[in-house]
């Protein structure tokens, strides 16, 4: 079975700081990891995937296929980042987390 | 092309009523994909189609739902004798052949009185 954990619903940092939104799976296979990503009245859509290894709009997500996480971070948060944030394994279907909340405060 | 869209975007009815939510996908993407999402949680996978086959469905998907993409392009979603805990956003998304990003309709909310 794949499940995605997202361990936190709420996260609030200060513009300018660091952010680390937290991703594990449970996969048997190879997986396959996104971030989704909701602005506020907008429709979901993709922020970034472990395979391209791009940087999105500053942010990135390494896979430790160890410790099972594909963290999304990034070095500078801006007022802009705040959305829903969430974690998804591709695997025929696609898994997603819960999700967490980002605000980024002025 | 607009995307995937969804309609109608709210629908509100009453305890028993059959309701039905329509889907299309873009235009070259043979896999299509139906989620439920209530507050507070993410899409939950409910069953997907590659072209017009059915291929999984979720266990949450009880009798009372059913799904149909009858040429391999739009798709339906039926629920029939809706109850209260149908209320829910349901999304749509699609892509294509390889593996990759889902593209997403702005959902269907449904609520049922």
């Known amino acids: 079975a794949q499940r995605v954990t997202q361990p936190e619903k709420l996260l609030s940092v200060f513009k300018g700081a660091p952010v680390e939104l937290k991703c594990n799976y449970s996969?048997?296979?190879?997986?396959?990891l996104f971030w989704y990503v909701q602005y506020s009245r907008q429709r979901l859509q993709l922020l970034l995937r472990?395979?391209s290894r791009e940087s999105i709009k500053g942010f990135t997500a390494d896979l430790n296929k160890g410790e099972t996480s594909f963290h999304l971070k990034k070095p500078f948060a801006q007022e802009e980042d705040s959305a829903m944030y969430y974690c998804?394994?591709?695997?025929?279907?696609?898994?997603f987390g819960d999700g967490t909340t980002l605000t980024v405060k002025p | 092309d607009t995307g995937v869209s969804q309609d109608p975007r709210h629908k509100i009815t009453k305890r028993g009523q059959n309701v039905t939510f329509r889907c299309d996908p873009i235009?070259?993407?043979?896999?299509l994909y139906w989620y439920r999402q209530t507050l507070g949680q993410g899409p939950e996978f409910l069953t997907y189609?590659?072209?017009?086959?059915?291929?999984?469905k979720s266990r949450l998907l009880s009798d009372r739902f059913s799904a149909e993409r009858p040429k391999g392009s739009f798709s339906t979603l039926e629920i029939q004798r809706t109850e209260q805990g149908d209320s829910a956003m349901y999304l749509c998304?699609?892509?294509?052949?390889?593996?990759?990003?889902?593209?997403f309709g702005e959902g269907s909310r449904l609520t049922v009185l």
């Open positions: 472990h395979i």
């Open positions: 189609f590659q072209n017009e086959a059915q291929l999984e």
């Open positions: 996969y048997s296979g190879s997986p396959e």
């Open positions: 998304a699609s892509r294509g052949a390889a593996p990759g990003e889902l593209f």
């Open positions: 998804a394994l591709s695997g025929g279907k696609s898994t």
């Open positions: 235009s070259e993407h043979n896999r």
